[in-house]
């Protein structure tokens, strides 16, 4: 972002630089999981592979919790990091390591204990428990190395290493290709080959993320911080959970898929394993092909959410139909290749009998038919995030799996036995494309509408003073700063910026004023952390900073003013015209003000006002990297206390008309 200006550089370029990372990430852990399907099929058979995907959920739970703690310990991270708390940071990324240390023990042992059960849950048959209870042994040993493998690759990525993140990541996909050959076809361990291959290449994965904790960049990982903290586990878990959920609903997903199958199943000519095999072999084709696409939607978010908050909508339709039209092409491109050659396809996983293919190719036609409008789908939910919308990227993120597939897979399969769990695919697809296109058209054109409403603005204030002083105010809570500019906006008879100003950007982004009030100085809300795991870890939590930024510049353009708060003192840096005050008081003062005019009470008043000032601090210095108490930056810094906050405004006043 610091090379590639976002406002104005060429939108394919742009994509391309953020899109094709993106990509390489996801297709590569897609592939990840199919490599073991396409040896065992041909070295074990369809059996081996129906055996792989009743164990998948065991390993998705697995994944579940090391996300959780990955993901809650890298946002716990990045938080502590900007607040200027390193310690506090490194004990909580110990806290969510030997989280996921003690957890991946715990689920190791368990699923040792009781794999049959597990495996019964997720829709084994007789047919496939032989073969499941060889890989799922094998598999379970290597749970610890896979979690925390899994953990330690969120936190390096957070620590602003990403290529290594990735590289262990590569290293441990070729060495699964490598070995799944040898241990199948040359020391023929079926099964258990495969998931030996696994565990090894999850090891060396392991052990190249353990070999990181000497590399940190932002904190020093050493014994004096390294402790485990409760309190930490659980603020750490919380900002994992949204993670965590993401990747369990997949597990229902697959439960509820494998059961049906195996009920309707065993009523139909195929029975019960082929349709487990066959189903699961397929969503993961399926995945590669989604991998792409949530790469390049995923690529374009930064762009979108840029432009989106610097209000350049023709910039944001153009990159959205550009995203969408490569979306369209991958998934025509994917829709021809199941409609056509969905033996060549499943032909990659071993040669099998005509029964076997004869499902196969019905799954491929009618579980995908409508894949065509996954891009369209995929795409919009990354696109509603980028913006800021977080209901509606949340509603689309689970419309497709939990609220249409299944009870559309239960009521179908009721009707039509087997092709019920098939027809459920194209109802979801089509449904869950309905809704995002709806929202989709409501929103471009709500941004035609913006733009135009753009072009044709007339200004909000008939400035007499035009070429008059900029006056930024920056002040502690109770100190009784807003009051002070507001009755020197008076004395000076020029416009007064704090709450209307969230009207104005509210009117502007498309953002209510409620969600303005209560979130321009956080970095997240509980909507915008769940999609963050959802799409890949994305995040746009600038987007609001950024609409009030183009606010207080297009303000400042209009002429003389008061302003309140938001950086603006930062924001209008390179303008001539700006007079730069700080107003503080001492504690004893804002405590009373606080209780006289905002109701709190002199238990709460003290700890309120601690709070909201750290808060400003932390935002002020998030976004301006710099001192919010430093003098050096303000033309005037003065304690209200002095002279009263009426004298005060006048000195301010005085001070202001001689100087400019």
Request: with cysteine; aromatic share 10%.
């Amino acid at each position: 972002m610091k090379k590639l200006d976002l406002g104005t550089e060429n939108i394919g370029k742009l994509l391309k630089a953020f899109s094709i990372p993106c990509i390489i990430s996801l297709v590569v852990n897609a592939l990840y999981n199919i490599v073991d399907q396409i040896f065992i099929g041909w070295g074990v058979g369809y059996q081996g592979n129906g055996a792989t995907n009743v164990v998948f959920p065991i390993t998705v739970i697995c994944l579940a919790f090391a996300l959780m703690f990955g993901d809650g310990t890298s946002a716990f991270l990045s938080l502590k990091l900007g607040e200027k708390k390193k310690e506090e940071a490194e004990k909580g990324v110990w806290s969510g390591i030997f989280s996921s240390i003690m957890i991946s023990i715990i689920f190791c042992a368990f699923t040792l204990l009781f794999l049959p059960i597990l495996l019964k849950v997720f829709g084994c048959t007789p047919d496939l428990k032989r073969y499941a209870l060889d890989y799922g042994y094998v598999i379970a040993i290597g749970i610890p190395f896979m979690m925390i493998g899994t953990t330690f690759n969120s936190i390096i990525r957070a620590d602003g290493s990403p290529k290594y993140a990735m590289a262990s990541m590569v290293v441990g996909a070729i060495l699964n290709v490598i070995l799944d050959p040898i241990a199948i076809f040359v020391f023929d361990m079926g099964v258990k080959g495969a998931a030996l291959a696994t565990i090894i290449s999850q090891f060396v994965t392991f052990v190249i993320n353990i070999l990181y904790i000497k590399k940190f960049k932002s904190i020093t990982m050493n014994k004096s911080t390294m402790s485990y903290s409760i309190c930490n586990a659980k603020k750490v878990s919380l900002l994992g959970i949204s993670s965590f959920i993401t990747q369990m609903s997949i597990v229902v997903i697959i439960a509820v898929q494998n059961n049906l199958l195996k009920q309707y199943g065993a009523d139909s000519k195929f029975g019960s394993t082929i349709p487990i095999t066959v189903l699961g072999i397929v969503m993961k084709i399926n995945q590669i092909l989604s991998s792409i696409i949530i790469g390049v939607a995923a690529g374009s978010q930064p762009i979108v959410g840029f432009n989106y908050g610097a209000r350049n909508y023709d910039r944001v339709k153009k990159t959205l139909k550009i995203v969408l039209t490569i979306s369209l092409c991958i998934s025509i491109l994917a829709f021809l290749l199941f409609q056509t050659i969905p033996e060549q396809l499943i032909g990659l996983f071993g040669s099998e009998d005509a029964l076997y293919n004869e499902f196969a190719c019905l799954t491929f036609r009618i579980f995908l038919m409508l894949t065509i409008f996954n891009g369209i789908q995929i795409a919009s939910g990354i696109f509603f995030q980028a913006i800021g919308k977080s209901g509606k990227a949340a509603l689309l993120s689970l419309s497709r799996q939990i609220l249409i597939f299944v009870p559309a897979a239960f009521i179908l399969s009721n009707i039509f036995g087997i092709m019920g769990v098939l027809y459920a695919g194209p109802v979801s697809d089509g449904l869950a494309f309905l809704i995002s296109a709806t929202l989709l058209t409501i929103e471009v054109k709500g941004l035609s509408k913006k733009q135009k409403q753009e072009e044709r603005t007339v200004e909000h204030i008939e400035n007499k003073t035009k070429k008059g002083p900029i006056i930024t105010i920056n002040r502690e809570y109770g100190s009784g700063g807003r009051y002070v500019g507001e009755l020197l906006a008076q004395r000076l008879n020029i416009h007064f910026y704090d709450k209307n100003l969230i009207t104005m950007v509210s009117d502007e982004s498309g953002l209510s004023a409620s969600y303005i009030e209560e979130k321009e100085q956080q970095k997240g809300s509980l909507l915008s952390e769940f999609n963050i795991g959802y799409y890949q870890n994305l995040n746009n939590d600038d987007t609001l900073f950024l609409a009030e930024t183009k606010a207080i510049k297009e303000i400042a353009k209009k002429g003389s003013c008061v302003i309140i708060g938001r950086c603006a003192d930062y924001v209008l840096k390179d303008e001539k015209q700006v007079f730069r005050v700080f107003l503080y008081s001492d504690s004893k003062s804002k405590q009373n003000r606080a209780i006289q005019y905002y109701g709190l009470t002199e238990k709460t008043a003290k700890k309120e006002i601690e709070k909201i000032n750290k808060a400003r601090e932390r935002h002020y210095e998030y976004y301006t990297n710099m001192k919010w108490k430093d003098a050096s930056h303000y033309e005037l810094c003065l304690n209200v206390d002095l002279l009263g906050v009426e004298k005060t405004a006048e000195l301010i006043e005085q001070i202001v008309k001689e100087k400019m």
